[in-house]
């Protein structure tokens, strides 16, 4: 490599100068730096299990209890609506792609303050740090389906050809973390206000997914609406495609859409600030 | 004709003033100040001027430069003249305001030592993603482990977590990593002012080696001595702008020369901004007066060295003494005296002032310029200190014969006493 580098007479030249407006994702050097985006999801995972006594059972023991609340509260007290299906599972179900989702954009959405040694220090395209916050709740995604697959088991469900489904649901669910995400991570560099308001928001924002309750429970009419939330799709497909059921296509279908649209409203921005960030942050 | 490495043109950065004080950090003054915008161009053109608001603060005034492939050049400048600026849009850290920089190879960037080091990462790991972040593929770094291990010198630790580590092993593996890179363009800034004086020696031959292998080297650094020896040339920032550009020593020179009037004797110092961090708080250097013989501007060869120092207290100083030390232009220390060992201290105060001279009866120091350093102390704590507070010229003339003596070139700075005889 050396060699072929020092055979070249010139290396290409690179300008520099102030840009404006909005600027296009270099997605070829993005490509060149996906090794440093698993470095950093990598290093998200293991610094925060080290010092921990359960270490990754934390991944599952979070959904876990809060199942066991849920069910406690919505399924015995409240009875509400599962799909004919055990309380448990059904939650379960509504809880993984939900918790994924909510702790993604949690820790993305600070992603860019904590990572400001870094951001000052080193070039690399900006995004990759929301983009590692994301991937690294990945992996306590897979170590969650874990208790999934016991809780089927148990409850003798069978899988069927609608887990083919799940696949999409987690890329779209992936789409709408990395969408949100983005936003937030340069919202919070931008305006210190989004650290006390995004835990807040996320918790508010369950309510507006079908988590604890099926979302056949929301009214027909305003089903369209409820569907802008891109989680509400995903979570009723994840659910759907975990437990054999037939989702709600109108409503994955819409979803979808908003997550799409959001992510290229969410990597826009993050394009057209990005570049004040070492300033600011 | 080969095409320069780095190219600079008409380069200008420009902050806010008080950007990250009473800039959009909240979302309320974010809100109020859109809102308010109207009102206050309203007010801004009724006072007569269109941008009556913030003034920008330019770290970078219209530099331009060229850099051949394989030079090595230093940059020097007091603190806050624009060096990490410069730097930092080298590095793509942040882009200029105006004006443009052409690159023409793979560009790694040290601002840092040990940039991304996570204490609770093990060395081992630390390694990996320090390597990743300074733009080594895994399988480049999984090449060069065993080499980096050898030359940080922590093979025994490398599977202990860094927040272990002495500063001195962290600072060792931090700058082992960065030392193998094999960049066409390598930019450094201040890393070695870290680590004990025999791997500061091994960091400079490694970047000395950087520079033999054709490499472009841009180098910062307030070591003088370090600059002469890596970079045959050096740019000298002032205030933001190039203020000189040639031959290492002359940039030198320059540099130490910087805000003294041309054989000046007397220098304020209260408010010299390139005091260490948190020093000047409770004590502060106010003035070195140098005290040549019969009213000249200079000293001669033999002349005893003459000056007094006045400083302030800030809070009451039970025992207040003054260090000084003297340094060659390459900023290599000569000697040190604290008047503390001496048992020369004085009560001071609090904000009173007091005067403590001293005179070094015989310096032998040979013909050339020097540069002082300057502290107060109390029972024997640093309380302040001023690098390269003033500099003296001896004048290659005897003091008591009134002859010239040139030393001749390379014979070290010291004239030391000595007889000679023939056995």
Not at chain 1, 268 to 273: G, I, S
Not at chain 2, 19 to 46: F, I, M
Not at chain 2, 246 to 262: I, K, Q, R, S
Request: proline share 6%; aromatic share 8%; net charge neutral.
């Amino acid at each position: 490599m050396t060699a072929a580098a020092s055979a070249v007479a010139t290396p290409p030249v690179r300008v520099y100068r102030r840009r404006r407006g909005w600027i296009a994702v270099e997605w070829r050097e993005l490509w060149e730096f996906r090794e440093l985006l698993l470095f950093l999801a990598w290093r998200d995972i293991t610094v925060r299990y080290k010092q921990t006594a359960l270490g990754a059972a934390w991944a599952v023991l979070q959904p876990a209890l809060t199942m066991v609340v849920f069910t406690l509260l919505f399924g015995r007290l409240a009875h509400l609506p599962s799909d004919g299906l055990p309380y448990p599972i059904f939650v379960y179900a509504g809880l993984l792609p939900w918790t994924f989702f909510a702790n993604a954009v949690t820790s993305s959405s600070n992603s860019l303050v904590n990572s400001a040694n870094l951001i000052t220090k080193v070039y690399f395209p900006r995004v990759i740090v929301p983009l590692a916050a994301v991937a690294a709740g990945l992996v306590d995604l897979a170590v969650a389906f874990l208790l999934l697959g016991v809780l089927l088991l148990w409850y003798h469900v069978p899988l069927t050809p609608m887990l083919s489904l799940l696949p999409l649901m987690v890329i779209g669910t992936v789409v709408a973390a990395v969408a949100v995400g983005t936003i937030l991570s340069a919202l919070t560099v931008t305006y210190r206000d989004f650290r006390y308001v995004v835990p807040f928001t996320v918790q508010l924002w369950m309510y507006a997914t079908p988590v604890m309750y099926a979302t056949a429970a929301v009214p027909v009419r305003w089903r369209l609406w409820y569907a802008i939330n891109p989680m509400a799709g995903m979570t009723d497909g994840f659910r759907a495609a975990v437990l054999g059921r037939a989702p709600l296509w109108p409503v994955v279908g819409i979803s979808s859409l908003s997550a799409i649209i959001a992510l290229g409203v969410g990597i826009a921005y993050f394009q057209r600030v990005e570049r004040r960030f070492v300033d600011i942050v | 004709m080969t095409e320069p490495a780095i190219q600079v043109e008409h380069l200008s950065k420009a902050y806010t003033l008080g950007v990250r004080d009473r800039g959009y950090t909240t979302l309320r003054e974010a809100l109020t100040s859109t809102l308010a915008a109207p009102v206050r161009r309203l007010a801004s053109l009724a006072r007569g001027g269109l941008d009556g608001g913030s003034q920008p603060f330019l770290a970078l005034d219209d530099v331009s430069f060229e850099i051949a492939p394989g030079e090595s050049v230093g940059i020097i400048g007091r603190n806050g003249a624009g060096k990490s600026t410069i730097l930092k849009m080298l590095s793509r850290i942040t882009e200029p305001s105006s004006g443009t920089i052409a690159i023409r190879g793979r560009v790694a960037s040290l601002l840092e030592v040990g940039t991304g080091f996570h204490p609770e990462l093990t060395g081992r790991e630390n390694v990996y993603l320090n390597g990743s972040l300074l733009g080594m593929r895994r399988a480049e770094i999984a090449r060069k482990f065993d080499e980096i291990v050898a030359f940080s010198e922590v093979e025994a630790f490398l599977d202990t977590p860094v927040k272990r580590y002495s500063s001195g092993m962290y600072v060792r593996l931090a700058f082992a990593v960065a030392a193998h890179l094999e960049p066409e363009i390598l930019i450094v800034d201040e890393v070695l002012a870290v680590g004990d004086a025999a791997f500061q020696q091994k960091c400079l031959g490694k970047m000395q080696d950087v520079g033999r292998g054709g490499r472009t080297v841009l180098f910062v650094s307030h070591n003088m001595a370090a600059i002469t020896r890596l970079c045959p040339r050096t740019l000298l920032l002032r205030h933001g702008r190039l203020a000189f550009d040639g031959p290492a020593l002359e940039g030198v020179h320059a540099y130490l020369a910087d805000g003294v009037a041309p054989g000046g004797l007397e220098w304020e110092l209260a408010s010299v901004a390139r005091r260490l961090d948190a020093y000047g708080e409770r004590a502060r250097v106010r003035a070195l007066t140098l005290e040549p013989l019969d009213g000249r501007r200079s000293f001669r060869v033999g002349e005893p060295l003459r000056l007094r120092v006045t400083f302030d207290a800030r809070a009451a100083l039970p025992s207040a003494g003054i260090g000084i030390g003297i340094d060659d232009l390459y900023g290599n220390r000569l000697a040190t005296f604290n008047s503390h060992e001496r048992g020369v201290v004085t009560a001071v105060d609090r904000d009173a002032s007091a005067t403590i001279a001293l005179a070094v009866p015989c310096p032998s120091l040979h013909a050339g310029r020097y540069s002082l350093s300057c502290a107060v102390t109390d029972g024997g704590q640093l309380l302040d200190f001023v690098p390269q507070a003033a500099s003296f010229e001896i004048e290659p003339i005897d003091l008591e014969t009134g002859q010239h003596v040139e030393p001749s070139p390379g014979a070290g700075p010291m004239a030391l006493p000595c007889v000679w005889t023939v056995a």
